[in-house]
Structures are given as C-alpha cells and as structure tokens.
C-alpha cells in the first residue's frame, strides 16, 4: 500500500501550477542507517508551486518488512489553503495505521475546501483510529484508521487521490493576498502552531533518536519535516 499511496501522491503533484523542485541537502535526500540490527532506508522528495511552499514526500523502509510514508504539503501562507498531510504505517501482516487530513491554519477550512470535502461520496472503514493528544490540529474531515483488508487499502488511496484534487484546484484558483496582509499573518502564526503541534508526535522523534543520535534527530525535525514558515 505505501507504494502505492506514494505513486497516487507524485501523481497528483504533476499538474499543478508553477511546480518545481526544491534543493535538499545531500545528507537528508538519501538516508541509510540500521536501527535494531535491520537496514533502514529514507527517501525525501521536496518540490514547491503555486500556493504551496513546500511539498514533501518521505518514503522509510527499515529491512524487508516495515515500511513508512510521510507526506506534508505546506501552504505559502499568502494564500488561504490548509495544510494538506498524510501518513501510513504498513507490514507484511497489513497496514497498522493510515491517516490523511487537510488541516487549516485559522482554526477553520476556507469555506469552499470545507464545501468540497463534504460532499464526498460518504466512505466507512471496519477499524477507526483514536486521535493522538495532540490531534487538535485536524480537521472534522480527518480520516485516521486501520485498513483491514486490500480492499480498505485500495479505499484509502482512493481517498488521498480525492482529497489531493480538491487542493490542486484550489492552488490554481486562490489567489495571493499581500504579505503583510493580517489574513496571511495569521495563517502564518498558524502554520508555527501547526509545526509546534506535529513536534510533539515523540515516537518519530525516539526512532530517528535511536537509529542515529539526538542532535541529528533534531536537524531532521526542526529542518526537513516540520520547519517554521518563513515570515511572509
């Protein structure tokens, strides 16, 4: 499923608009490392366009069973787009945990993206999940579960590809408000607490800890997965 999902998702990032690559340093594109005696890969892919500042996709294998994705699309806070973010935790006994959310940043979805989302055709899962702690940054629409069989997989990926489209077009329709707009201050106040709130999530923290140290743990969380938005 995570190859899967990762394909839907680089799919989806082809069309939009002024889409182009963003630099990463050498050290972070490519990771190897072993973590409990099994070999763990890391794969970063970083692009930007139009409304978004940053997207970014990471793809972890750690020997031949787990495997990881993490996805994030960062808004440019000049446009009143949320925070788009997925995850999924799979094996070979299944998928553990998939969750996937456009997250605002002004406590609100903007009311078109709210509009869109709900009106999707309405989709169940046998095995929902509980939020973490720190989930208030999520949306009502959030979908956190445990597929319990291919067919929920297929239905998850089915889903991000849905909820992808609904920000492609709005990244090609919102337009830029200016930078020292208060709209586009406080949609960048929310992004820091967006990124506060994901820094939270220890368990990524403990594992980059452990099959590295916790001095390049913290580069890797403060400067590739959750970093501050510039000041517009």
Same mark, same amino acid.
């Given at each position: ?10 799919? %989806? ?11 990463? %340093?050498?050290?972070? @594109? ?25 997207? =970014?996709l990471e793809t ?9 994705? =993490?996805? /994030? ?6 446009? +009143?787009? $949320? ?16 969750? /996937? +959310? ?7 979805? $903007? ?21 973490? $702690? ?6 009502? =629409? ?16 089915? @889903? /991000? ?6 920000? %492609?077009?709005?990244? !090609? ?8 707009? $208060? ?14 709130q994901q820094k ?6 403990? /594992? ?10 913290? !580069? ?10 510039? !000041?517009?």
């Open positions: 499923m995570a190859e899967a999902l990762a394909e839907r998702i680089r799919a %989806a990032w082809q069309p939009l608009p002024a889409l182009e690559p963003l630099p990463v %340093a050498a050290d972070l @594109e490519a990771i190897s490392a072993t973590l409990d005696g099994e070999h763990l890969f890391i794969r970063n892919e970083l692009w930007r366009c139009r409304g978004l500042r940053k997207l =970014h972890a294998r750690l020997g031949l069973g787990l495997q990881i994705l =993490h996805c /994030v699309w960062f808004p440019d806070p000049r446009y +009143d787009l $949320p925070v788009f973010g997925a995850d999924i935790v799979a094996s070979p006994a299944g998928v553990s945990a998939a969750i /996937v +959310d456009l997250s605002p940043v002004r406590g609100v979805l $903007p009311e078109a993206i709210d509009a869109a989302l709900a009106g999707r055709a309405p989709r169940s899962y046998s095995q929902p999940r509980e939020l973490p $702690p720190w989930g208030s940054i999520f949306s009502p =629409h959030v979908r956190f579960v445990r597929p319990a069989d291919p067919g929920e997989d297929r239905q998850f990926v089915e @889903e /991000v590809g849905e909820i992808l489209a609904i920000l %492609a077009d709005a990244c !090609r329709s919102i337009p830029a408000e200016a930078a020292d707009d $208060p709209s586009t201050v406080e949609r960048w106040q929310g992004q820091l607490r967006y990124c506060k939270q999530n220890d368990k990524t923290r403990r /594992v980059l800890e452990k099959a590295f140290d916790p001095a390049w743990a913290d !580069r890797y969380i403060e400067e590739l997965l959750f970093d501050d938005p510039p !000041r517009p």
